[in-house]
């Protein structure tokens, strides 16, 4: 098993910026992708970005390229999510998730983190 619990969510005002955290635990040898998504109220959870442990390879939604930038800390085990220039439509729970095979799709992770909110007030 691999537990994952974010941190770093807030109340925004539009342009700022923040970083999300990702604290893994457990097995995490046994996953080899980093992600992160988000759910607007409303709306399905979309993909945000994802990462490689090893290595530097950085996937990106449309969406938030150029804004927003996943790095990982494998010595403490933690992945970040840098988020610039926040908009009201980035209003949405954040989650962190684990997964052997990465990809955009929920279904490529197996372990979920609870969720940081973040509100960008417009």
């Known amino acids: 098993q691999v537990q994952l619990v974010e941190s770093g969510g807030g109340l925004v005002q539009t342009g700022d910026s923040l970083r999300l955290s990702c604290q893994a635990s457990g097995r995490t040898f046994s996953t080899q992708f980093m992600g992160w998504f988000r759910q607007a109220p409303g709306k399905e959870r979309e993909f945000v970005a994802a990462?490689?442990?090893?290595?530097?390879?950085?996937y990106y939604a449309d969406s938030v390229k150029g804004r927003f930038t996943i790095s990982r800390d494998t010595a403490k085990n933690m992945v970040y999510l840098q988020v610039r220039a926040l908009k009201p439509e980035d209003t949405a729970v954040y989650y962190c998730?684990?997964?052997?095979?990465?990809?955009?799709?929920?279904?490529?992770?197996?372990?979920w983190g609870q969720g940081t909110r973040v509100t960008v007030s417009s």
């Open positions: 998730a684990a997964g052997v095979e990465g990809g955009t799709d929920t279904s490529d992770y197996a372990f």
């Open positions: 990462i490689k442990w090893s290595g530097r390879s950085t």
